[in-house]
């Protein structure tokens, strides 16, 4: 049977220094994560270098990834970030007549950047508008998407204010329309259940550093093997070759799976720590981890609207993370961190993010620290 889930609290030092809300920007960190960076330390020392652990881990990890987000183990590419997995997505792209990314304008920065990127090889890049609540225009997108469009690139989650993205409506949109569609699942993967399978979407990517509980070096790209075999990365290396261990210079004979997708070495001593991350968000389970968050949030939207403050975040359709709007977001991050809360801001908004391991002391602490400083909300 799975632990309470209140028990997993202790396993998380920073709970016993700060009111820690700050997962929309990095997990808290366990014991298990530590020391399991401190096993791939203690490798070194002992062995020196540990070769076969080392390409072990990387398996490790993306037969976790597929088992967290419902994908096939071959669908899973694990690389350095999530701008890593656009990029090699990317370069696999626009080899046809279609030169056309329509994308949103509630996109992570790296990812617009990334198709603006484009434009030398002909890319023409439309940002769909949200509307007023935040949420995206699913008329307007539809209306994007024409003949010349080859990818729908589209957040799950935005970063700035915790709009959520109805997926599988993009994904039916794009599809009508004979349309590949790429999600970039970051402030989802962890703490909203996520099927690939189910979302249809041709590529998913995201990172293990937030909600995943992991540490920054561990990216993915989910590469949907039923629609994206033709596509074939020029931005690659020996890790995405079909035999790592090959060391062919006169060929180029990529992987068939979604390795293809991968580059380098891999960022070894992440590993470690995304594989005990992502073993200890499995035992707990994604499913469990919405359902506090989402009570969470329910709480804090109603404390602060008692406070005054005004809630930027959409009231349906929203991620773990709530937005507040500030006159000054910066101060307001700094006065709460000297209250011992811990959160982040983005645009003009204080991001609160609650996972499952906060409860209903960490939102009084939140919502305590807001009346302290409530001359700060907008
Ligand atoms: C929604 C979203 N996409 C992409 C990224 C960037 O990912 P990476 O730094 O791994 O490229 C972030 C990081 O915060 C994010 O929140």
């Known amino acids: 049977m799975a632990a309470d889930l ?6 998380f030092p920073v709970f016993e220094r700060r009111t820690y809300v700050n997962s929309c920007s990095q997990g808290a960190l366990a014991r298990s994560v530590r020391g399991a960076m401190d096993a791939y330390l203690d490798g070194m020392d002992e062995f020196g270098s540990l070769w076969e652990t080392w390409a072990g881990k990387q398996e490790e990890v993306r037969e976790l990834l597929a088992r967290t987000l419902g994908a096939d183990v071959g669908e899973v590419a694990v690389t350095s970030s999530a701008s890593a997995a656009v990029s090699a997505i990317a370069s696999a792209l626009f080899q046809g007549t279609r030169s056309k990314v329509v994308t949103t304008a509630l996109e992570f920065p790296t990812i617009g950047q990334i198709w603006h990127a484009q434009e030398p090889r ?3 890049v439309v940002h769909v508008p949200v509307d007023r609540d ?12 024409d003949d010349e469009t080859a990818l729908v690139s589209v957040t799950n989650i935005c970063y700035r204010n915790g709009a ?7 994904v039916a949109l794009a599809h009508e329309r004979g349309v590949p569609v790429l999600i970039d699942a970051y402030q989802a993967a962890g703490a909203v ?3 690939f399978h189910e979302w249809g979407a041709d590529f998913v990517v995201g990172g293990c550093l937030k909600y995943m509980l992991g540490v920054p070096g561990i990216g993915f790209a989910l590469v949907n093997a039923a629609t994206t075999s033709d596509l074939v990365p020029t931005s690659t290396g020996w890790f995405a070759a079909r035999d790592i261990f090959s060391m062919d210079i006169y060929a180029y004979d990529p992987a068939k799976d979604a390795r293809r997708f991968e580059s380098g070495t891999p960022v070894v001593p992440s590993l470690f720590a995304v594989a005990e991350g992502l073993r200890l968000l499995l035992d707990v389970g994604v499913d469990r981890a919405w359902e506090r968050s989402s009570a969470l949030h329910d709480a804090l939207r109603e404390g602060i609207a008692a406070l005054g403050g005004r809630v930027v975040t959409p009231a349906a ?9 500030s006159t000054d977001d910066h101060a307001l991050v700094h006065a709460m961190g000297e ?7 983005r645009d003009g908004n204080v991001r609160i993010s609650p996972h499952f391991y906060n409860n209903d002391a960490d939102v009084e602490s939140v919502l305590a620290s ?3 400083h409530a001359h700060l909300l907008a």
């Not at 935040?134 to 998407?145: E, N, S, V, W, Y």
């Not at 359709?317 to 709007?325: D, E, N």
């Not at 209250?339 to 801001?345: A, F, I, R």
């Open 193 to 195: 259940p996520i099927d």
């Open 370 to 372: 807001l009346r302290r």
């Open 164 to 170: 959520m993205v109805d997926v599988p409506a993009v």
């Open 122 to 124: 002909g890319v023409r």
């Open 134 to 145: 935040q949420h995206l225009d699913l008329r307007a997108m539809g209306d994007a998407i």
């Open 339 to 345: 209250d011992g809360v811990v959160v982040s801001c």
């Open 317 to 325: 359709l929203h991620g773990p993370m709530i937005a507040v709007a």
């Open 6 to 11: 209140d028990s997993y609290r202790d396993q």
